[in-house]
Every structure is written in structure tokens, then in C-alpha cells.
């Protein structure tokens, strides 16, 4: 299956800080890719769509401000979260959605946030 | 009520039982099922892909999806300890990619 890449694979930063986080599609084109944000034992819940080229869409409850997307190219995006906090420390995944006749989600490793 | 509702478990079998997970829903419009196992600390990983009704095998794995009941299922035969993980059913009304997730089934085989 197609391969997708997240770094840091683990980041501790300080209260007040930014943090930035990148998705990578390693071997295929994603003109669409989501940010998911997972608490322990608990589901993924979607962030945010980013489309290349264009502004992310973000789902409601969701601050565009804080939680900063960019879609500079068709196999990377960023999420950015600005002016972090203890309760924005979650478990951060990607996925990159592969174009074509089929409809396939792949998703990245994650990124542990700690915020302290 | 959810759109998506998934027993989260935990779920022990032993090892070479048939396993059963399933999922119900609520929106009619959901057209693309997937089911996703995700490791500890590990991103989720695509296992079965249907769309619209019916059956689809690859494997051990066996994903049914019925829309009138609102229900799908997805079978593991011959379960491995190395299938223990937690197992997410995912689904779309469109192919834009929003997903939708059911909570996880944690299982656990043993040796």
C-alpha cells in the first residue's frame, strides 16, 4: 500500500510555544489530506481537510488559529499548533487520500504531542 | 446517538477462533465502508474497502456490509496473536475522503 511519512514521530514542547508537524506522501500524489487528533482509547476525530493549493477546511469546534494547515504541495502538508497548551497534548495523525478510480485512505504513524 | 457505533470491547479470543467485529450506523447516505487495525502508538492501517453493499475477501479477512440492517461486519478467520490490535470501522457518505470512525475494537488473541 501507498506510504505515508509524519515527523516528529514524538515532540515535548513548552506552554506558550508552536510546534510544527509535516505529513508526507512518499510514493504517490495526494492532492487531499486530513488531520486527525486521537485521545487514548478513543477514536480519531477529523481536525481538518487540506487541499492542495487551496485553504483547509476545518470541522466545527475546531480553531483555525490555533491549529495553523498548509498544503504547500501535493505530497506534503503541515499542521502548525500555535501557542500550544496541556489540554492541546493528543496523539496527531495524517492521511492522504489517493486520486484515481479508487477511493483509498492511507494514514501516517502519528505525532505524540506533549505540551508541559 | 453516534452516526457510527462500535463495541469497543475489549475482545479475547484464543488463538485460530473465527472473530466477529461489527459496526452500525445511522446516516443512509454512507456509501464507502472501511475497516482500519491500528497498533499501540501506530497509525491506523487500511485493511478492507467496500463500497456499497456486499462482500469482499482478501485473506483470512472477510468485510460484509448490509445497508438495509445499517450493519457491517468484518470476519478474521484463523485469528493470530499477531492480529491483537484495535480495529476501526470507518465510513463515507461521499469519495471527498471524510471519514467517519466508530470508536475501535480492541481484540486480543492468545497464544
Known amino acids: 500500500g501507498a506510504v505515508v511519512s509524519q515527523h516528529p514521530s514524538r515532540v515535548i514542547c513548552k506552554s506558550g510555544t508552536s510546534v510544527k508537524i509535516e505529513c508526507r506522501s512518499l510514493?504517490?500524489?495526494?492532492?487531499?489530506m486530513f488531520w486527525y487528533r486521537q485521545f487514548p482509547k478513543k477514536s480519531l476525530m477529523l481536525m481538518a481537510t487540506?487541499?492542495?493549493?487551496?485553504?483547509?477546511?476545518?470541522e466545527q469546534g475546531v480553531e483555525k488559529d490555533k491549529f495553523l494547515i498548509n498544503h504547500a504541495s501535493l505530497t506534503l502538508s503541515t499542521l502548525t499548533v500555535t501557542s500550544a497548551h496541556p489540554e492541546d497534548s493528543s496523539f496527531y495523525i495524517c492521511?492522504?487520500?489517493?486520486?484515481?478510480?479508487?477511493?483509498?485512505?492511507?494514514f501516517g504513524p502519528g505525532t505524540r504531542l506533549t505540551v508541559t | 446517538q453516534k452516526e457510527v457505533e462500535q463495541d469497543p470491547g475489549p475482545l479475547s479470543v484464543p488463538e485460530g477462533a473465527i472473530v466477529s467485529l461489527n459496526c452500525t450506523y445511522s446516516?443512509?447516505?454512507?456509501?464507502?465502508f472501511m475497516w482500519y487495525r491500528q497498533y499501540s502508538r501506530k497509525g491506523p492501517e487500511l485493511l478492507m474497502y467496500?463500497?456499497?453493499?456486499g462482500n469482499k475477501e482478501d485473506g483470512r479477512f472477510t468485510a460484509q456490509v448490509d445497508k438495509s440492517s445499517k450493519y457491517i461486519s468484518l470476519f478474521i478467520r484463523d485469528s493470530q496473536p499477531s492480529d491483537s490490535a484495535t480495529y476501526l470501522c470507518?465510513?463515507?457518505?461521499?469519495?471527498?475522503?471524510?471519514?467517519?470512525f466508530g470508536q475501535g475494537t480492541t481484540l486480543q488473541v492468545k497464544p
Open positions: 492521511s492522504a487520500l489517493t486520486s484515481g478510480t479508487t477511493y483509498e485512505q492511507y
Open positions: 510514493d504517490f500524489q495526494a492532492t487531499t
Open positions: 487540506s487541499n492542495e493549493g487551496s485553504k483547509a477546511t476545518y
Open positions: 446516516n443512509s447516505a454512507f456509501q464507502y
Open positions: 467496500t463500497y456499497s453493499s
Open positions: 470507518a465510513m463515507s457518505a461521499s469519495n471527498t475522503g471524510k471519514l467517519i
